[in-house]
């Protein structure tokens, strides 16, 4: 077990956001990883790193011992007897794991002794530095890591490498590196405002705001505070998405201002109502509809100069109960992390899993190597917009948005949404006729005509699947305002499955705390018969295998074995031999319930010799009623992130979305999509 002990070479580098940074970049390498954080130096309760590692990297950690016991510890000269708790700590987290992380004490000129201490702790665990510095230049900040790494070094410590945090877009992090001589450089973190905007709620809570409109405070963000001193004209410009308006509430021109932005769309941060006035009555009453669209109004008792001035108090760090901000620190440190430079320092073991971070790494990087062109028939709506940005900014996949160019560029503006050049917008008014033959052409047994064909390609669903069969892209995803059955009857009917299928079905992949699992079908097929449910388990099989899960498959009933009788008992049992005749070196076995499948010891007593039992990966369910409850019920209650569904058995891919997908969820499809494309064509 090898451990990295992160310590700060001087005060404010994020030392939180780039430790737990590095735990997330290894636990994408299939690492085990531990994590803790000795000593807290966070006012609240809650210490924010080790909560953050437990609720968002899946960490048992333990707790940090408070400033007053370490500074008490000290003080009676019983330093010895502190690093011994220290190391008991650090130990008990290293538990099971193949890499600890440890995030040391933030420099503070108030406490003297905290390079002393974190020095002490890295020698006495025997670990390596990482020192965390925020940069600008590239030659000053390597002088202030050689003199960190001098002192610590003199203390017998060994310096592994260094992060640099917060650099400018002109750092060059070349010459960084080569300023550094023996030290390696392990990333440098470009500067990014957006992961430093908190949301409205936590401005009204840091101000004790009343909140007399709660909106979509715990979504919206502030980038930025316009306090309105001038007139309304003087500061549409400043009306922007994750803009906070204050002002005093009889400014009637502001008021007015405000809830026209809000009604073209703009997502405003909020209206923040100073020295305890409210909206004229006539005003709201006139712009009701304007303002009832999820903009957050507050109201505070200080006037607007001392709002603005304690608004620009709040501290930067993370709220912790803010965990979509902190997951997109986590992955914005990871994405700029050098992982090469990580893993000629750490020794690996043997044998790595697919942890869900592996398995989010892994679907990103395949994308990214496929180069696939994927349709989105929803090219206007905002989650798919966004989606397709963060595609195209990352290089997940060439995105192509079918819509209005126009309208696509509204919804972006209000979104606060910058569309990158590259990124490919398709009017369906100027490429529709092209697919009218071709459409004829597939759907002749069926009499259809040039003028129906026109007619079913108003819908964009139709026309990108046409674009699919034509290969002029390489998949299609859709179904954030479609049904599932807009998104797939188009497929069967133009696409149609592929050879060796006879039905199309699905899958999630179910990023459990500490594995990846893939139930099927709980999305398509109602009521499998024997037959139909062989194939989804096979079909399921292939790709769990295809996205590196090891597939051993269970098909569920709720009997184990010959415990129970009845007809959809033995339909599973029929279909378990189906599939095992089938593919006779596949570990499946069936009918298991779910308990037995999934849980080590009910298995040695319900299936003692079955190959499956206790360790299932792929879980085929025996209708759609159990599979949908299923999947949905841990989602929820686990809090567990589901990928997908996946479609499986068509010719090319099409993937359907919920509707109610975030745009991390739409993302990860479009990748599954690429992903799908490429193995298809190697196929």
């Known amino acids: 077990m090898q451990t990295f002990f992160l310590a700060p070479t001087r005060q404010n580098v994020g030392l939180t956001?780039?430790?737990?940074?590095?735990?997330?970049?290894?636990?994408?390498?299939?690492?085990?990883?531990?994590?803790?954080?000795?000593?807290?130096?966070?006012?609240?309760?809650n210490e924010r790193s080790v909560h953050f590692a437990r609720e968002i990297c899946k960490i048992e950690c333990p707790n940090a011992l408070s400033t007053a016991q370490v500074v008490g510890r000290i003080s009676e000269g019983q330093i010895d007897e502190l690093l011994e708790d220290i190391v008991?700590?650090?130990?008990?987290?290293?538990?099971?794991?193949?890499?600890?992380?440890?995030?040391?004490?933030?420099?503070?000129?108030?406490?003297?002794?905290?390079?002393?201490?974190?020095?002490?702790?890295?020698?006495?665990?025997?670990?390596?530095?990482?020192?965390?510095?925020?940069?600008?230049?590239?030659?000053?900040?390597?002088?202030?890591?050689?003199?960190?790494?001098?002192?610590?070094?003199?203390?017998?410590?060994?310096?592994?490498?260094?992060?640099?945090?917060?650099?400018?877009?002109?750092?060059?992090?070349?010459?960084?590196?080569?300023?550094?001589?023996?030290?390696?450089?392990?990333?440098?973190?470009?500067?990014?405002?957006?992961?430093?905007?908190?949301?409205?709620?936590?401005?009204?809570?840091?101000?004790?705001?009343?909140?007399?409109?709660?909106?979509?405070?715990?979504?919206?963000?502030?980038?930025?505070?316009?306090?309105?001193?001038?007139?309304?004209?003087?500061?549409?410009?400043?009306?922007?998405?994750?803009?906070?308006?204050?002002?005093?509430?009889?400014?009637?021109?502001?008021?007015?201002?405000?809830?026209?932005?809000?009604?073209?769309?703009?997502?405003?941060?909020?209206?923040?109502?100073?020295?305890?006035?409210?909206?004229?009555?006539r005003i709201q009453d006139l712009a009701a509809k304007a303002f009832d669209n999820g903009l957050p109004i507050l109201r505070v008792d200080t006037d607007s100069y001392v709002t603005a001035t304690n608004i620009s108090r709040l501290s930067p760090a993370v709220a912790e109960d803010d965990y979509e901000r902190m997951e997109q620190v986590l992955d914005g440190v990871a994405e700029e992390l050098d992982t090469d430079a990580i893993l000629t320092c750490v020794k690996l073991p043997g044998t790595t899993r697919m942890s869900p971070p592996a398995f989010r790494y892994q679907l990103i990087q395949k994308a990214r190597a496929a180069k696939k062109r994927i349709v989105l028939p929803e090219g206007d709506e905002p989650r798919t917009i966004k989606a397709a940005v963060i595609c195209e900014e990352k290089g997940i996949a060439r995105c192509v948005l079918l819509g209005k160019p126009e309208t696509i560029k509204a919804v972006a503006a209000a979104q606060g949404v910058t569309l990158p050049p590259t990124l490919e917008i398709l009017d369906p008014d100027d490429v529709r006729e092209k697919y009218v033959d071709p459409m004829v052409e597939l759907r002749k047994s069926k009499?259809?005509?040039?003028?129906?064909?026109?007619?079913?390609?108003?819908?964009?669903?139709?026309?990108?699947?046409?674009?699919?069969?034509?290969?002029?892209?390489?998949?299609?995803?859709?179904?954030?305002?479609?049904?599932?059955?807009?998104?797939?009857?188009?497929?069967?009917?133009?696409?149609?499955?592929?050879?060796?299928?006879?039905?199309?079905?699905?899958?999630?992949?179910?990023?459990?705390?500490?594995?990846?699992?893939?139930?099927?079908?709980?999305?398509?097929?109602?009521?499998?018969?024997?037959?139909?449910?062989?194939?989804?388990?096979?079909?399921?099989?292939?790709?769990?295998?295809?996205?590196?899960?090891?597939?051993?498959?269970?098909?569920?009933?709720?009997?184990?074995?010959?415990?129970?009788?009845?007809?959809?008992?033995?339909?599973?049992?029929?279909?378990?031999?189906?599939?095992?005749?089938?593919?006779?070196?596949?570990?499946?076995?069936?009918?298991?319930?779910?308990?037995a499948a999934s849980v080590a010891d009910v298995a040695a007593s319900k299936a003692p010799n079955s190959k499956v039992a206790g360790k299932a990966t792929v879980f085929i369910f025996p209708d759609l009623n159990t599979g949908n409850t299923t999947y949905k019920a841990v989602q929820r209650s686990a809090n567990v992130v589901s990928v997908g569904p996946m479609l499986q058995g068509l010719r090319k891919p099409v993937n359907d979305l919920s509707r109610g997908a975030l745009v991390d969820d739409i993302v990860f499809t479009i990748a599954l999509t690429a992903i799908q494309a490429d193995a298809q064509k190697k196929a």
């Open 17 to 45: 956001s780039v430790a737990l940074g590095v735990v997330r970049a290894l636990q994408r390498q299939g690492l085990r990883v531990g994590f803790a954080k000795p000593v807290t130096q966070d006012d609240t309760a």
């Open 88 to 281: 008991s700590l650090c130990m008990s987290a290293a538990q099971d794991a193949d890499v600890l992380v440890i995030e040391g004490l933030h420099t503070d000129p108030s406490f003297s002794y905290t390079t002393r201490l974190n020095a002490d702790i890295a020698r006495s665990l025997q670990a390596e530095m990482v020192l965390v510095a925020s940069a600008q230049d590239e030659v000053l900040a390597a002088s202030e890591v050689h003199l960190t790494a001098s002192q610590f070094r003199a203390a017998g410590c060994k310096v592994a490498g260094t992060i640099f945090n917060k650099v400018g877009a002109e750092f060059d992090a070349t010459k960084a590196a080569a300023a550094l001589e023996d030290i390696a450089l392990w990333g440098a973190i470009r500067n990014n405002p957006a992961l430093l905007a908190p949301r409205t709620l936590d401005v009204a809570r840091h101000l004790n705001a009343e909140i007399l409109v709660p909106g979509e405070i715990a979504k919206r963000r502030v980038l930025e505070t316009v306090v309105s001193a001038r007139s309304a004209a003087d500061m549409i410009n400043r009306l922007n998405p994750c803009a906070l308006v204050v002002c005093p509430g009889d400014r009637d021109d502001v008021m007015l201002a405000t809830a026209l932005a809000a009604s073209r769309g703009i997502q405003l941060a909020g209206l923040l109502l100073t020295h305890s006035t409210s909206i004229d009555p």
């Open 447 to 595: 009499g259809l005509t040039p003028g129906q064909a026109r007619e079913q390609m108003q819908d964009t669903v139709v026309l990108g699947t046409m674009m699919l069969a034509t290969d002029d892209v390489d998949g299609l995803v859709s179904g954030a305002v479609h049904t599932t059955a807009n998104t797939v009857r188009p497929a069967l009917q133009l696409i149609k499955t592929a050879p060796g299928n006879s039905i199309v079905s699905s899958v999630f992949f179910m990023l459990m705390p500490d594995q990846v699992l893939v139930y099927g079908d709980c999305a398509i097929n109602p009521d499998p018969n024997a037959a139909e449910l062989a194939e989804i388990a096979l079909q399921s099989a292939h790709s769990a295998k295809a996205f590196g899960v090891d597939p051993k498959v269970a098909m569920i009933s709720y009997s184990t074995g010959t415990s129970g009788a009845g007809a959809d008992v033995v339909k599973v049992a029929e279909a378990t031999a189906i599939a095992k005749e089938k593919a006779p070196d596949l570990a499946l076995d069936g009918p298991l319930q779910y308990d």
